[in-house]
């Protein structure tokens, strides 16, 4: 049987309500976060307030209704309408405006983690980014994501885990990838295992979306490919009391080379990325010794199995908040949401193939 569109879940549930109990949920629906105005809901009935709900949340909207039933004690209504993960993907799966994940894409999800931690230079290790590894392993663990993991790689060991990557038996099957590189870095460019001032040992950023896209790895068009890079990007300074991921010393590097890619005829030669760097160009990207990189601490909070109903520019936006308010007011760091080239929504539903869910 066909599941149920959103509105049609709403209506069933609204028109089950009490009349005392509906006018409740209008007023708190009104009182919520000023999207719904008082003339919207006044004085209609269970099928036009689902259709405002539907118009003002969107993806949300069983989510806020079943916030709003509890608030008025409606808890049986509210666990009715409460979506699970698989609930959720199908109601999702034949959607043309979302990207398309099978139960055996799901299977075959790969991902790549690299991790720099200690240097030829001892000054420049990474203390704390073993926490940022074992919390980003996990994370994409309970996405689905097999990680194949490196790491304290050279410029050139990056160059090639990439180049392995790209052949992997799975990218056939997947649904999407996603790499994480954590090092030290400079604007457009990852800092190798050997990197000093004397040996620029550099993996250029570019090289991730010519390795992974139309040209480089056909296996993965029209999939989502997502990156996150925990790394500096400049030298302009960040909060005091934290380490950063960049130089420590040397004046700041150049804007990378500009690359004009061939254009491949069947499908743009660069499509379906979309990045999340630590911080804006020229400035840094800090980590906690004991806690890790903030990026990944805040990445973990926003990824979890609750955010299922949630698309990743969304998480993306909600962890560019949430870092944004770490540091003091002088000094902060601020994510980039960077070479977005999706045109669907892309959800991960974790937990899919758990029978709990």
Known sequence: MAPKKPTKVLEDILENLSERNFKKFCSGLVGRDKRVK?????????????????????????????????????????????????????????????????????????????????????????????????????????????????????????????????????????????????????????????????????????????????????????????????????VRSGATTWVHDGESTGRPAPPPEDHVPELDKSAHVEKDFIALLASTPDNKAYRETQNGSILIQNIVKVFTPESYQKHIIDLFTKVQDLVSKCGDDQQKQMPAIDRMTLNKKFYLYPGLLDSSH
């Open 38 to 234: 008082k003339n919207q809901v006044e004085n209609k009935d269970f099928l036009e307030v689902a259709e405002v709900m539907i118009e003002k949340y969107a993806d949300e909207a069983l989510k806020v209704a079943e916030e709003l039933l509890r608030d008025i004690d409606c808890q049986q209504a509210a666990n009715d309408l409460e979506m699970t993960v698989k609930d959720f993907w199908m109601s999702k799966k034949d959607d043309p405006e979302v990207y398309c994940v099978t139960e055996d894409n799901y299977r075959n999800r790969v991902a790549l983690l690299i991790t720099n931690i200690k240097f030829s230079d001892e000054k420049l290790d990474r203390h704390g980014a073993e926490k940022d590894e074992e919390n980003m392993e996990k994370l994409l663990q309970s996405l689905g994501y097999e990680v194949v993991k490196w790491q304290n790689l050279t410029g050139k060991g990056i160059d090639d885990a990439f180049k392995g990557f790209a052949k992997h038996p799975k990218l056939k099957q997947t649904d999407s990838v996603f790499v994480v590189i954590m090092s030290h870095g400079k604007l457009g460019k990852i800092f190798g295992a050997d990197w000093r001032e004397d040996n620029p040992d550099e993996f250029a950023v570019d090289k991730i979306y010519r390795c992974l896209n139309s040209n480089g790895c056909q296996a993965l068009i029209n999939k989502p490919k997502v990156v996150i890079l925990q790394a500096c990007r400049g």
